[in-house]
């Protein structure tokens, strides 16, 4: 007979009718006390609702002085690319610092997010790891706080053989909806046509942010992948020359509304041409160094600087504040005027 709360059970199997104890069911579901598996994840997002969005920024996150998220500038950064007409966002991404960021962080912030915003935006959480275990353990707890989607790299520095790779994206792809991300500038190895093509059979691939070229991009397109442009210079033209969905973009954090234009309104190349020197600008130096230097100038987030990046010089602040003037401040966000800001206006911080 079973107790009045449910949760012990007795049975009658000893000779003489001794009821032999049964443990709770609880207490015996292999793996219970671990993140929910991708299976057990409820109202999981349809991959075509992933594979339509046309804009989606590589959201920055702010710190405070001491190193912690700045989660009140955080909000205000995501409501406005929302405001603005973005799809999408990647949290957590190399523009994101991802790779400042302990996994506690890291989860926190898609589950914050997606907590927030996730009802107006889709929500991708960067849960790529060079080390597969890390990488299927993010995803689960990704999708256990509900992001919509998974972004994930190749292997980098320990690089893998071509049929590691296929292992490695075989075992996070069933967790739901994915985008592997190429850019053999930072891993150093680039992911083939070929491991694409083996592992598009899952039905969870949504698509590739690709970032070697137009070409590769209609190697892509014109066989039914999915694909984002990774390189803001060139996504315009990946868009509507090469077949692109659109663009996994740094430049939106700063001008959403032109990014919108340029990937939704259509063939638009005079504004493409206007935000070429704000791209170039951006991309002086390893990205997010001029995004941080950027959003700081613009008064949206505090000047403050995890280690190793560090602002922009003198020279190129000055520059951005020209670039601002040019294209209209009024395009992009915040409210506060632009400033050029001093050196010593920049917090550093190595431990946090």
Same mark, same amino acid.
């Given at each position: 007979?079973?107790?009045?709360?449910?949760?012990?059970?007795?049975?009658?199997?000893?000779?003489?009718?001794?009821?032999?104890?049964?443990?709770?069911?609880?207490?015996?579901?292999?793996?219970?006390?671990?993140?929910?598996?991708?299976?057990?994840?409820?109202n999981?997002? !349809?991959?075509?609702?992933?594979?339509?969005? /046309?804009?989606?920024?590589?959201?920055?996150?702010?710190?405070?002085?001491?190193?912690?998220?700045?989660?009140?500038?955080y909000?205000?950064?995501?409501?406005?690319?929302?405001?603005?007409?973005?799809?999408?966002?990647?949290?957590?991404?190399?523009?994101?610092?991802?790779?400042?960021?302990?996994?506690?962080e890291?989860?926190m912030l898609?589950?914050?997010?997606v907590?927030?915003?996730?009802?107006?935006?889709?929500?991708?959480?960067?849960?790529?790891?060079?080390?597969? /275990?890390?990488?299927?353990?993010?995803?689960?707890?990704?999708?256990?706080?509900?992001?919509?989607?998974?972004?994930?790299?190749? *292997?980098?520095?320990?690089?893998?053989? @071509?049929?590691?790779?296929?292992s490695?994206?075989?075992r996070?792809?069933?967790?739901?909806?994915?985008?592997?991300y !190429?850019?053999p500038? /930072?891993?150093?190895?680039?992911?083939?046509?070929?491991?694409?093509?083996?592992?598009a059979?899952?039905? !969870?691939?949504?698509?590739?942010?690709?970032?070697?070229?137009?070409?590769?991009?209609?190697?892509?397109?014109?066989?039914?992948?999915v694909?984002?442009?990774?390189?803001?210079?060139?996504?315009?033209?990946?868009?509507?020359?090469?077949?692109?969905?659109?663009?996994?973009?740094v430049?939106?954090?700063?001008?959403?509304?032109?990014?919108?234009?340029?990937?939704?309104?259509?063939?638009?190349?005079?504004?493409?041409?206007?935000?070429?020197?704000?791209?170039?600008?951006?991309?002086?130096?390893?990205?997010?160094?001029?995004?941080?230097?950027a @959003?700081?100038?613009?008064?949206?987030?505090?000047?403050?600087?995890? @280690?190793?990046?560090? *602002?922009?010089?003198?020279?190129?602040?000055?520059?951005?504040?020209?670039?601002?003037?040019?294209?209209?401040?009024?395009?992009f966000?915040?409210?506060?005027?632009?400033?050029?800001?001093?050196?010593?206006?920049?917090?550093?911080?190595?431990?946090?």
């Amino acid at each position: 007979m079973a107790s009045a709360l449910g949760c012990f059970s007795f049975k009658a199997t000893h000779r003489g009718g001794v009821p032999k104890w049964r443990s709770p069911r609880a207490a015996v579901v292999p793996n219970f006390h671990l993140p929910m598996r991708s299976h057990e994840v409820k109202n999981r997002t !349809n991959v075509d609702d992933i594979k339509s969005l /046309r804009l989606i920024t590589a959201i920055k996150t702010p710190y405070l002085p001491d190193g912690r998220f700045d989660l009140e500038a955080y909000d205000a950064l995501v409501n406005m690319q929302i405001e603005d007409g973005v799809e999408g966002v990647i949290v957590g991404g190399t523009t994101g610092e991802g790779q400042l960021m302990s996994w506690d962080e890291h989860i926190m912030l898609i589950g914050h997010t997606v907590n927030c915003f996730g009802g107006s935006i889709k929500v991708v959480g960067n849960t790529g790891s060079n080390s597969t /275990r890390e990488a299927i353990h993010a995803t689960e707890q990704g999708f256990a706080v509900g992001m919509h989607a998974a972004l994930h790299i190749n *292997p980098y520095y320990g690089k893998t053989s @071509l049929e590691g790779l296929i292992s490695h994206f075989d075992r996070v792809l069933p967790m739901g909806p994915t985008i592997i991300y !190429n850019v053999p500038s /930072r891993t150093g190895q680039d992911i083939p046509t070929d491991v694409i093509k083996t592992v598009a059979k899952s039905p !969870n691939l949504a698509g590739v942010k690709e970032c070697v070229g137009h070409d590769r991009v209609e190697q892509y397109t014109s066989n039914g992948v999915v694909v984002w442009s990774g390189n803001d210079d060139q996504c315009h033209d990946s868009r509507w020359f090469y077949g692109a969905t659109g663009v996994i973009s740094v430049t939106s954090n700063l001008v959403p509304g032109l990014m919108k234009e340029l990937m939704i309104g259509g063939k638009n190349a005079s504004q493409n041409s206007k935000l070429q020197p704000l791209i170039e600008w951006l991309f002086c130096e390893p990205n997010p160094i001029g995004l941080n230097t950027a @959003l700081s100038q613009l008064g949206v987030v505090r000047p403050v600087f995890r @280690l190793p990046y560090v *602002p922009l010089p003198l020279a190129k602040r000055v520059e951005f504040v020209k670039i601002v003037r040019e294209l209209g401040r009024e395009n992009f966000i915040g409210e506060k005027d632009v400033q050029v800001l001093d050196d010593n206006d920049f917090v550093l911080i190595g431990r946090y």
